[in-house]
């Protein structure tokens, strides 16, 4: 009787800390040819994190799961990544702070918890993550992360080349009904519209953080993906009254909307074919 | 060794290990457990157009800045995953969602229960509104109309819940 209690004992201890956190990377889980391609954050996520995800949530977060609770997982290892990209409350775009994937669990979700081990992987993970879409300037610190402004990324797609050829610098000559050009009032940067009748500092400071709203704006996907739209839809209110002088608003005859819809065309190729700078907004300068 | 004794031994272990046992030893989860209830997909099913739209709370879109623009010129496609669509039945369906139902709400702690709940995201509002991270200024406070729209409107959400008046939870 007493062998039988042991040999329960040892049953129950082996079988009930099946949750022992081993940092071992499995190599046949990552399909070959797709190593060389991952970013280091991917094959940490891979080789760290996915192990963790699939022993404490893929049960109930998995696409084959019963319930309403978020299928954050996918179906399958392989595709856990891909899948978790797609939640930014379980990311937290890459804020450990505010990641569910460590807030839940730290909160109390059905009994599950991390080994400070497992912790620690999710986390340096994060801020790989957050590094590699951050503005790459390679000092460690993540100034600003274009997982969480789309924005930063296309600032550092604008090149003045596109912004010659769109004719940008025109908007600073825009006439307006009552008070003359844009640059009558925004040549200094007034209401965040920055109108300089000089086309390189215009365009220099629509790259800031602080001036890029005035002709862009974000589009959130059905699948929470972000595009930079042109913030047409701004352009053209305000330019119909709405105690601003009225101007022409046309996006298809009106000049200065037709090199806007161009401008974001051609930086929008530069994204697509991967010929941007690095995403960040210009550091401001010293004064 | 009796079951419960058993048992501690076993819970025991697995806490040094800083490891939650599991569920049982074929893994799944406890099939006797009542499901997590996620507050803000409840929260979305309970929110409802007519409620919406009674509590103004489209005006949001128009709600201006102190760049004279107005919260739709730069949220109306979600921008920050704060949607504030011109179209006001566009934005209350955006804002039931997972991805945007942050916008106006957040998990918070029932002060006198301790138990979690959801209430409108007043720090968020007046922080965006006081300027944090270069957001343009925006008027915020009790007084504020916007404001009072957004308190109505969870309150109404609120009293739907607490009679059951809801659609299944989203998300």
């Not at chain 2, 030893?25 to 099939?31: G, L, R």
């Not at chain 2, 201006?64 to 109306?76: E, F, K, R, V």
């Amino acid at each position: 009787m007493q062998k039988r209690s042991d040999l329960a004992l040892a049953t129950l201890l082996v079988a009930g800390c099946t949750g022992t956190y081993q940092r071992t990377s499995d190599p046949d889980r990552i399909p070959d040819g797709d190593d060389d391609q991952m970013t280091a954050a991917h094959r940490a996520f891979e080789e760290d994190v996915s192990p963790i995800l699939a022993e404490k949530c893929a049960t109930c977060h998995g696409a084959s799961a019963s319930g309403a609770q978020p299928k954050f997982l996918g179906d399958g290892e392989s595709s856990y990544y891909d899948q978790i990209l797609l939640y930014p409350s379980v990311t937290g775009d890459f804020d450990p702070g505010l990641a569910g994937v460590l807030t839940k669990i730290a909160s109390g979700h059905y009994g599950v918890t991390y080994t400070a081990a497992q912790r620690d992987a999710i986390q340096d993970w994060l801020a790989a993550e957050a590094l590699e879409r951050g503005d790459d300037d390679g000092d460690g610190e993540v100034d600003q992360p274009a997982s969480v402004n789309p924005l930063a990324e296309w600032a550092g797609c604008m090149t003045f080349e596109d912004w010659v050829t769109a004719g940008m610098g025109q908007w600073a000559n825009k006439e307006t009904e009552e008070d003359g050009p844009c640059s009558t009032c925004h040549a200094d940067g007034l209401a965040r519209f920055f109108a300089s009748g000089e086309s390189s500092e215009m365009f220099a400071m629509h790259r800031y953080e602080l001036y890029i709203i005035g002709f862009f704006t974000v589009k959130v996907e059905a699948d929470g993906s972000q595009t930079v739209v042109p913030a047409l839809g701004k352009l053209r209110r305000m330019g119909s009254g709405n105690f601003h002088p009225n101007y022409a608003t046309d996006e298809e005859a009106d000049p200065d909307f037709a090199g806007l819809v161009e401008f974001h065309q051609l930086t929008m190729s530069r994204k697509t074919s991967g010929q941007c700078g690095p995403a960040g907004f210009p550091a401001a300068p010293e004064i | 060794m009796r079951p419960a004794i058993l048992l501690s031994v076993l819970l025991l272990g697995c806490s040094d290990l800083g490891v939650a046992p599991t569920a049982s030893v074929d893994d799944t989860p406890d099939a006797d457990a009542a499901p997590p209830v996620d507050l803000l997909a409840q929260w979305a099913g309970c929110m409802s157009l007519d409620r919406w739209e009674a509590a103004r709370m489209g005006a949001w879109a128009s709600k201006p800045s102190s760049l004279g623009t107005i919260c739709s010129d730069c949220h109306g496609d979600g921008l920050a995953f704060f949607n504030a669509s011109p179209s006001s039945a566009e934005m209350f369906a955006s804002n039931r969602t997972e991805r945007f139902v942050t916008g106006f709400f957040m998990l918070t702690t029932d002060e006198e229960t301790g138990e979690p709940d959801i209430a409108p995201a007043w720090a968020k509002l007046s922080a965006k509104g006081e300027g944090q991270n270069n957001h343009p200024l925006f008027a915020v406070g009790p007084g504020e109309r916007y404001f009072q729209s957004l308190e109505a409107f969870a309150r109404s959400t609120r009293d739907a819940r607490d009679r059951g008046d809801c659609d299944p939870p989203l998300h």
